[in-house]
């Protein structure tokens, strides 16, 4: 254990344990795993929508990021890394099952919705039930701007869609998002 | 920063799942899986590396036994003729006709080398495959 720089897999940073992973440590990777399943996870929960297939995805994510850990040039770049792993992953996921994720339309599912009484209860939805009402694209580059920090530019690096696409979904979807959860504006 | 971009981030940041050990039991089994077929993958490549160069080994030793003495006249006659060309007075015509005899003499040999070697590289890289 002392080769690696830490006693207690508990007590080490995340630096020490990506440095192990990446001398092949599956111990110190399951601590890593542990400490940063309740993000990936939630990460693609909120991506997907389906919370099966989300930790199936996650999983798969996990276990790319493992083989390809020796690509990982500094350990305080893990974040980033894994995040275009796990979107990778499910953008992969979503091409094989023939999503569209470039193609915007202007019609505004949310309209007609707008009169439904759950929707007039939008201040009772919460952000799970209200990211669900955004199409496949939408949640997207919703998740990765506002739940993730990421620009839109970083959001075209990552997604590889076109910025102006990133745009208008990130502009409906947020739209969308604000009739939901805050009826009021 | 609106009121509601606040109320979203916030939402967003409140929203991780909370731990769960099947999870992370099911990757670290997944990783333990493949590491241990990476292992096995590994000596299956090994040994098919040690039979491909063992039956190359083989090969040229059958080689050596069956066509050594041969070659070895051949070495002797090509490198006598050699000497004779250099130490002759420069004849473009009888060079040229050495070369095409020793070429004929020596092509069997060659044929044969380059049939073993090649026969060996692909053993080789049908084991790294």
């Known amino acids: ?185 | 920063m609106t009121d509601f971009d606040a109320l979203l981030k916030r939402s967003f940041a409140e929203a991780h799942e909370p731990a769960d050990d099947g999870f992370v039991v099911n990757v670290t089994h997944s990783v333990a899986q493949r590491e241990a077929g990476l292992k096995v993958r590994g000596y299956m490549q090994l040994g098919a590396v040690t039979i491909g160069a063992a039956a190359v080994s083989w090969g040229l030793y059958t080689l050596v036994g069956a066509f050594g003495q041969e070659i070895m006249a051949s070495v002797g006659l090509e490198i006598a003729r050699a000497h004779a060309a250099v130490s002759a007075q420069p004849d473009a015509g009888a060079a040229a006709q050495n070369f095409l005899q020793s070429m004929g003499a020596g092509l069997t040999q060659i044929l044969l080398l380059t049939g073993v070697l090649a026969g060996g590289a692909v053993a080789y890289r049908a084991s790294q495959d």
């Open chain 1, 1 to 185: 254990m002392a080769s690696r720089g830490f006693t207690k897999l508990e007590e080490a940073t995340e630096a020490a344990l990506i440095v192990a992973c990446q001398a092949r440590d599956q111990a110190a990777f399951g601590e890593l795993v542990k400490r940063r399943q309740g993000w990936a996870r939630a990460l693609l929960r909120r991506m997907c929508q389906n919370h099966a297939e989300a930790d199936d995805l996650a999983q798969e994510a996990f276990i790319k990021a493992w083989d390809r850990m020796r690509d990982l040039e500094t350990p305080a770049a893990f974040p980033g890394w894994f995040r275009r792993i796990a979107v990778t992953t499910f953008l992969m996921a979503k091409r094989r099952q023939k999503a569209v994720f470039e193609e915007i339309t202007d019609a505004s599912p949310l309209a007609s919705e707008e009169s439904t009484p759950e929707a007039a209860a939008g201040a009772k939805l919460d952000l799970e039930k209200a990211l669900a009402r955004l199409s496949d694209a939408e949640r997207l580059c919703v998740t990765l701007n506002h739940g993730e920090g990421l620009s839109h530019s970083e959001i075209v690096e990552i997604t590889g869609l076109p910025l102006g696409t990133v745009k208008s979904h990130v502009l409906r979807g947020t739209d969308k998002l604000r009739r939901l959860l805050d009826p009021d504006a």
